[in-house]
């Protein structure tokens, strides 16, 4: 296929359609037309001759169809050659029909046109032929994709409620008021119902597949390339809001608007909003932010004393309606659990908790059952602001302690993680203090929350130091029936958190875990909590090292004492006798035999007999008896290492599976 022969084929069309036998003659160019355009489009110039022939009427209703179904742009359109078809609304020797089928192409190729500028500017042309009922549904849709602020105006507004008034209820009329509700509320005074379905499809599926094919066929750039038009290519107005049954969040409207406002309506993408963001009105009702991602992107930017105000009264308000002045039967539970899910995601998003929201949790904590709303509140309780210890306790710790001592290992687990997380997040903010220290700003203000004043009285890191103090002293000490995996694995990730921020910040004297903790790691029948307490220790035992290095250059004095040191060399010693020196509850040579009474060493050492040195060795601890099992048969059999962890790794995909398949 030639394209080469197109131009030619177009040129002819206007000088072969005066012959007698046109008919023949013109099916036969539009044939062999349709051929080439199909594969390889129009340029800009052949569209507009074209439509030249087009407009110019000569030809047969079904001709000019068929060219019309020609015009595939291969590249961008000129917005002269559709505002050559506005030119031609008025032309006699066009019908309506054909008129209508022009117009859908230009609702098809809108988002290839180069510049819309002047299309923009003929607003009011389109508009004005909105009496003419055939053309009346295409002319809408084309409106919509236009429509920018400032072409609602109030005479239109009254022109299409008059047009519905006297031709009856028409959706595209409809949908065209909407959108000029969307952009002023105040203006469109008539009561919209919400459709379920667009009013606004693709005019032609096929028509536009074949539009994009050629498309993406000769472009490289893929921002050509866009979805059918079911939607408006506009900046969608209002996100699409999920009808729930307890939804009283307020929707976002923004009143009382100019012509050069920016409402979040217009906003479709987080890249306009960047480019408006100082620009931006905010909406009559800034409760909307609960139920706005692009609202709290404005919040987070720029949050005013005013905004959050006005958001927290809102919160408040509604918490104390639902939660203490309302019966708490199941509505007002959906509508608690509604509101508490929408707080933490912008909580999680904002990574700050409200004021107001904080105030909420130190008082529903004290009557908090721990078993309502349980996931939401630990995910709020890890973004709280730190503050004096004191009130820090009495207000969140202690009421969680009673509840604690009477709820299940997973109940456990959840607050233990919760703990974790929180400390997570003191040890960000910690940081960026910490940061301001070495600058030499030394102001505790700076540690004042973005959306309100929740500055601290006293030390920031003695906070932290009691708070983990705390954690280690209460939650981290366990009943015995309670000591499950699960549990296990939460302490350690609060061990651990822990641990690196004292050693990152030296944010106070080094606290270690408590001796319990140690003695279950060691002990546990699982390999996952030895590695990890082990791994901890290694920890520790580098910053001793590095705290000497530093005290004996520069004259720093330690941040650890001689009776802390003893407290380190015992455990590490237990645990070196245990696994390689075959020393089991030794207590020489600085270690403490796990602190066991000597009674029941005496016990464990009747029960092993002869087998009691390497109770604890890598051989028969409980944690390490499987992969001993697994190494001891493959030695047996003469097998190098490689072949060990091969056979290992088979075993213990095999119980993985046969476990997998008993919980399924």
Not at 87 to 106: C, D, E, P, T
Not at 148 to 172: D, F, N, W
Not at 477 to 493: F, T, V
Not at 528 to 557: H, Q, V
């Given at each position: 296929?030639?394209?080469?022969?197109?131009?030619?084929?177009?040129?002819?069309?206007?000088?072969?359609?005066?012959?007698?036998?046109?008919?023949?003659?013109?099916?036969?160019?539009?044939?062999?037309?349709?051929?080439?355009?199909?594969?390889?489009?129009?340029?800009?110039?052949?569209?507009?001759?074209?439509?030249?022939?087009?407009?110019?009427?000569?030809?047969?209703?079904?001709?000019?169809?068929?060219?019309?179904?020609?015009?595939?742009?291969?590249?961008?359109?000129?917005?002269?050659?559709?505002?050559?078809?506005?030119?031609?609304?008025?032309?006699?020797?066009?019908?309506?029909?054909?008129?209508?089928?022009?117009?859908?192409?230009?609702?098809?190729?809108?988002?290839?046109?180069?510049?819309?500028?002047?299309?923009?500017?003929?607003?009011?042309?389109?508009?004005?032929?909105?009496?003419?009922?055939?053309?009346?549904?295409?002319?809408?849709?084309?409106?919509?994709?236009?429509?920018?602020?400032?072409?609602?105006?109030?005479?239109?507004?009254?022109?299409?409620?008059?047009?519905?008034?006297?031709?009856?209820?028409?959706?595209?009329?409809?949908?065209?008021?909407?959108?000029?509700?969307?952009?002023?509320?105040?203006?469109?005074?008539?009561?919209?119902?919400?459709?379920?379905?667009?009013?606004?499809?693709?005019?032609?599926?096929?028509?536009?597949?074949?539009?994009?094919?050629?498309?993406?066929?000769?472009?490289?750039?893929?921002?050509?390339?866009?979805?059918?038009?079911?939607?408006?290519?506009?900046?969608?107005?209002?996100?699409?809001?999920?009808?729930?049954?307890?939804?009283?969040?307020?929707?976002?409207?923004?009143?009382?608007?100019?012509?050069?406002?920016?409402?979040?309506?217009?906003?479709?993408?987080?890249?306009?909003?960047?480019?408006?963001?100082?620009?931006?009105?905010?909406?009559?009702?800034?409760?909307?932010?609960?139920?706005?991602?692009?609202?709290?992107?404005?919040?987070?930017?720029?949050?005013?004393?005013?905004?959050?105000?006005?958001?927290?009264?809102?919160?408040d308000q509604y918490l104390m309606d639902t939660v203490y002045w309302s019966d708490q039967n199941t509505t007002t539970k959906m509508r608690i659990d509604f509101l508490l899910n929408k707080l933490?995601?912008?909580?999680?998003?904002?990574?700050?908790?409200?004021?107001?929201?904080?105030?909420?949790?130190?008082?529903?904590?004290?009557?908090?059952?721990?078993?309502?709303?349980?996931?939401?509140?630990?995910?709020?309780?890890?973004?709280?602001?730190?503050?004096?210890?004191?009130?820090?306790?009495?207000?969140?710790?202690?009421?969680?302690?009673?509840?604690?001592?009477?709820?299940?290992?997973?109940?456990?687990?959840?607050?233990?993680?919760?703990?974790?997380?929180?400390?997570?997040?003191?040890?960000?903010?910690?940081?960026?203090?910490?940061?301001?220290?070495?600058?030499?700003?030394?102001?505790?203000?700076?540690?004042?929350?973005?959306?309100?004043?929740?500055?601290?009285?006293?030390?920031?890191?003695?906070?932290?130091?009691?708070?983990?103090?705390?954690?280690?002293?209460?939650?981290?000490?366990?009943?015995?029936?309670?000591?499950?995996?699960?549990?296990?694995?939460?302490?350690?990730?609060?061990?651990?958190?822990?641990?690196?921020?004292?050693?990152?910040?030296?944010?106070?004297?080094?606290?270690?875990?408590?001796?319990?903790?140690?003695?279950?790691?060691?002990?546990?029948?699982?390999?996952?909590?030895?590695?990890?307490?082990?791994?901890?220790?290694?920890?520790?035992?580098?910053?001793?090292?590095?705290?000497?290095?530093?005290?004996?250059?520069?004259?720093?004095?330690?941040?650890?004492?001689?009776?802390?040191?003893?407290?380190?060399?015992?455990?590490?010693?237990?645990?070196?006798?245990?696994?390689?020196?075959?020393?089991?509850?030794?207590?020489?040579?600085?270690?403490?035999?796990?602190?066991?009474?000597?009674?029941?060493?005496?016990?464990?050492?009747?029960?092993?007999?002869?087998?009691?040195?390497?109770?604890?060795?890598?051989?028969?601890?409980?944690?390490?008896?499987?992969?001993?099992?697994?190494?001891?048969?493959?030695?047996?059999?003469?097998?190098?290492?490689?072949?060990?962890?091969?056979?290992?790794?088979?075993?213990?995909?095999?119980?993985?599976?046969?476990?997998?398949?008993?919980?399924?």
């Amino acid at each position: 296929m030639d394209i080469k022969r197109i131009q030619p084929l177009i040129m002819s069309l206007d000088e072969i359609i005066k012959d007698k036998g046109r008919k023949i003659t013109v099916k036969d160019q539009i044939d062999e037309l349709e051929t080439l355009v199909q594969w390889h489009g129009l340029e800009d110039t052949q569209i507009a001759e074209l439509l030249e022939v087009i407009i110019k009427g000569k030809l047969d209703d079904y001709d000019v169809r068929k060219l019309i179904k020609l015009l595939i742009p291969r590249k961008k359109v000129s917005e002269m050659s559709v505002i050559k078809i506005f030119g031609n609304f008025g032309n006699r020797n066009m019908k309506y029909s054909i008129q209508v089928l022009l117009l859908r192409w230009v609702v098809l190729i809108y988002g290839f046109i180069e510049d819309r500028s002047k299309i923009y500017r003929l607003y009011g042309v389109i508009f004005h032929y909105l009496e003419y009922a055939t053309l009346r549904p295409i002319l809408c849709h084309l409106l919509y994709l236009v429509t920018r602020r400032e072409h609602v105006k109030s005479y239109r507004i009254r022109k299409l409620i008059e047009l519905q008034t006297l031709a009856g209820y028409e959706p595209h009329i409809q949908e065209l008021l909407k959108l000029y509700k969307d952009y002023f509320p105040n203006l469109v005074t008539i009561d919209i119902q919400p459709s379920r379905s667009t009013t606004f499809k693709c005019p032609d599926i096929a028509w536009y597949q074949l539009i994009n094919q050629v498309q993406k066929r000769w472009n490289n750039d893929k921002s050509l390339l866009h979805m059918p038009l079911t939607r408006p290519m506009i900046p969608k107005t209002m996100e699409k809001r999920r009808k729930i049954e307890h939804n009283d969040i307020p929707s976002t409207r923004t009143y009382n608007v100019t012509q050069k406002s920016i409402t979040l309506e217009e906003i479709s993408d987080i890249r306009q909003l960047a480019s408006n963001i100082d620009k931006v009105e905010l909406p009559n009702q800034l409760a909307s932010v609960l139920d706005h991602r692009m609202l709290q992107h404005v919040i987070v930017s720029y949050p005013e004393r005013i905004a959050i105000a006005r958001i927290s009264y809102w919160i408040d308000q509604y918490l104390m309606d639902t939660v203490y002045w309302s019966d708490q039967n199941t509505t007002t539970k959906m509508r608690i659990d509604f509101l508490l899910n929408k707080l933490v995601t912008m909580t999680e998003f904002m990574k700050e908790l409200l004021p107001v929201i904080q105030e909420f949790l130190m008082k529903y904590i004290h009557s908090w059952d721990g078993r309502e709303y349980h996931e939401l509140i630990f995910r709020l309780l890890t973004f709280l602001r730190p503050g004096p210890y004191n009130q820090f306790y009495e207000n969140i710790l202690k009421p969680l302690q009673s509840i604690y001592n009477n709820s299940s290992a997973s109940w456990k687990t959840k607050l233990i993680h919760c703990y974790t997380d929180l400390l997570k997040y003191w040890t960000l903010l910690y940081e960026g203090y910490y940061e301001g220290i070495e600058q030499g700003n030394q102001d505790y203000e700076d540690l004042d929350n973005s959306l309100g004043n929740l500055s601290i009285d006293g030390d920031y890191s003695l906070t932290i130091r009691k708070f983990i103090d705390y954690v280690n002293r209460t939650v981290l000490i366990m009943p015995e029936d309670d000591d499950q995996i699960e549990i296990q694995h939460a302490i350690l990730s609060f061990i651990e958190i822990s641990t690196l921020l004292q050693l990152k910040y030296g944010c106070h004297k080094i606290v270690f875990p408590s001796y319990s903790v140690i003695h279950r790691s060691f002990f546990s029948t699982y390999g996952m909590p030895l590695s990890r307490i082990c791994g901890i220790i290694l920890w520790y035992e580098d910053e001793f090292n590095k705290c000497e290095r530093e005290a004996s250059i520069g004259g720093d004095t330690l941040r650890y004492n001689i009776n802390q040191i003893k407290y380190f060399n015992s455990f590490v010693m237990d645990i070196c006798n245990g696994i390689w020196r075959n020393r089991p509850f030794n207590k020489f040579d600085n270690s403490d035999g796990f602190q066991l009474d000597n009674d029941v060493i005496s016990q464990i050492q009747k029960l092993c007999g002869e087998s009691y040195s390497k109770c604890l060795s890598l051989t028969h601890l409980p944690s390490l008896a499987f992969m001993s099992k697994c190494y001891t048969q493959v030695n047996e059999l003469g097998k190098p290492y490689d072949e060990y962890q091969v056979h290992f790794l088979k075993k213990l995909q095999n119980i993985v599976q046969v476990k997998y398949k008993t919980a399924t």
